[in-house]
């Protein structure tokens, strides 16, 4: 995938919606008005291991993205399938490499971590997105912020469902309540 370049005051993040439109809908509406939404894989698909969740709708959920209005990024998550690419009208990326307001920015679903540090430190990345675990995390390491937004739909681990809001002073991941769970300053 090139290197795409965005120019806007706020990005959003959020990550395995796992089928859920309540989910999607909560999570752009808690993140607010933004120039673009990462999202960071398991888009439709609860999988074999997760109970199916509540307001399990992956019809109303892929014509949900397919009319989402603003820009959107996917990278392509272990319960995405091409099918899911056919009914939302996008491709889900085995990764995303953005370049937003100056800083570099890597997204892959967090299956491979091995694969996901080697791009990160390959692009020089300052800002490392995953998902996957369902467990928000914000953290320093070796030069770079690592951020998991954590599940929309299945939050594990404790944790409550959330995603993240990114602007140019801080990396936040909020509660679908609204709620600060950890900010990070640039």
Not at 38 to 43: E, I, M, R, S, T
Not at 150 to 158: C, F, I, N, Q, R
Request: hydrophobic letters at 40%.
């Amino acid at each position: 995938m090139s290197t795409e370049v965005i120019n806007c005051d706020r990005l959003g993040v959020m990550s395995d919606t796992h089928g859920s439109l309540n989910g999607w809908s909560f999570a752009v509406d808690a993140i607010g008005p933004v120039g673009a939404m990462l999202h960071a894989g398991d888009v439709l698909y609860h999988g074999p291991r997760n109970p199916i969740p509540e307001w399990y709708q992956p019809s109303d959920l892929g014509s949900a993205i397919k009319n989402y209005k603003g820009m959107l990024l996917v990278s392509r998550g272990n319960c995405d399938a091409p099918v899911d690419e056919m009914v939302t009208n996008m491709e889900f990326h085995p990764w995303v490499s953005l370049v937003w307001n100056g800083r570099k920015i890597i997204m892959m679903h967090g299956d491979n971590i091995p694969l996901l540090h080697a791009l990160a430190h390959e692009g020089q990345a300052d800002l490392v997105i995953s998902g996957h675990t369902h467990i928000p995390s914000l953290e320093r390491e070796e030069g770079m912020i690592f951020l998991n937004p954590g599940s929309t739909t299945l939050p594990k681990g404790g944790s409550r469902a959330s995603a993240a809001v990114i602007d140019d002073k801080a990396i936040t991941v909020l509660t679908l309540d609204g709620d600060v769970l950890y900010s990070e300053k640039w």
